[in-house]
């Protein structure tokens, strides 16, 4: 049997998600189970998302939650992002713990824990006694030491250069 | 209409093919049209590869071009490796300008380059003059400054910890 890796994806530069979904579709090919929470972004209609309801077709399980209350840091919705990410941390330990799965991927849960809306070290105690065989992909910029140090394998995504930065807009099947 | 994009992924970190196979998932999630051709690589066991057959069920296009003459660069088979990897290119360049698709990954590419296998001012000439609106995903260590320079995002994947050094083998659905 395989062992679970934690893979963590940081760093400033694009491809942290989508590796992690490049990692579902491999997974998925040798006929893996694999579940993607979201806990920032908000939104159904990335291609990522569109994806895992098709999939299912294949009799494929890809579950796909969107847990996040969105990119909007203003101060009167914090208290809802606040909750979001709370709600987002106990979905995760249920389906974690659930044996429905083979790959899980918590994706944007660095920002959680850097805005301390979830306790950092409960949720590196709860990482490292996940199921021996589970894979955890975590994603997001600011991977703590802590992280880092729990992890198995850490990829730093370091932006060498940017196209937003020429004028070029986030496109859709690339960007979402 | 989209602008299409040249896309590097590059460094020495594991997350490269894997990200540019995540943004295959996402543009067919929104029904774009992708096509990988493997530079290097020569099984077609993969994740990646075993679901771009099972994929076709749900009618998208994902074509997949198992290409490489594989990871043995033993003197006797160099000469395979370099008509592989020429080949190979005169392939992609009938792809890219064939209007099939509209997302192509060229995994691994950049080693060909490096070794001198296609001319580089060739390759970079050819790059530049892509079809407007198509998308190239161009993997790999090594990147040279000149594509570098004709790129519109370039992340550079830097390795902060890697489990093989603790001892972890290469597993089925994570590493391929």
Same mark, same amino acid.
Not at 160 to 165: D, L, V, Y
């Given at each position: ?32 189970? @694999? ?30 939650? @969107? ?14 992002? @606040? ?17 429905? +799965? ?8 660095? +920002?959680?824990?850097? +805005? ?6 409960? @949720? ?53």
């Amino acid at each position: 049997m395989n062992k679970g890796l934690l893979i963590v994806y940081t760093g400033n530069g694009k491809g942290k998600t989508t590796a992690a979904l490049g990692l579902a579709l491999r997974a998925m090919g040798h006929d893996l189970r @694999v579940c993607v929470i979201q806990f920032i972004k908000s939104n159904n209609d990335t291609g990522e998302s569109l994806f895992s309801e098709e999939i299912k077709r294949l009799n494929k399980l890809f579950d796909f939650y @969107v847990l996040g209350a969105g990119f909007t840091w203003s101060s009167a919705k914090l208290k809802n992002h @606040v909750q979001a990410a709370r709600d987002a941390w106990e979905i995760s330990k249920e389906l974690i713990l659930s044996e429905k +799965y083979d790959l899980i991927i918590l994706d944007e849960l660095t +920002y959680i824990i850097r +805005y301390k809306m979830v306790n950092e070290d409960e @949720v590196i105690n709860f990482l490292s006694k996940k199921p021996e065989n589970l894979h955890l992909v975590i994603t997001g910029r600011y991977a703590s030491e802590l992280l880092i140090n729990a992890a198995d394998l850490v990829t730093e995504m370091t932006e060498i250069k940017h196209p937003f930065k020429n004028g070029i807009r986030a496109q859709q099947g690339i960007d979402f």
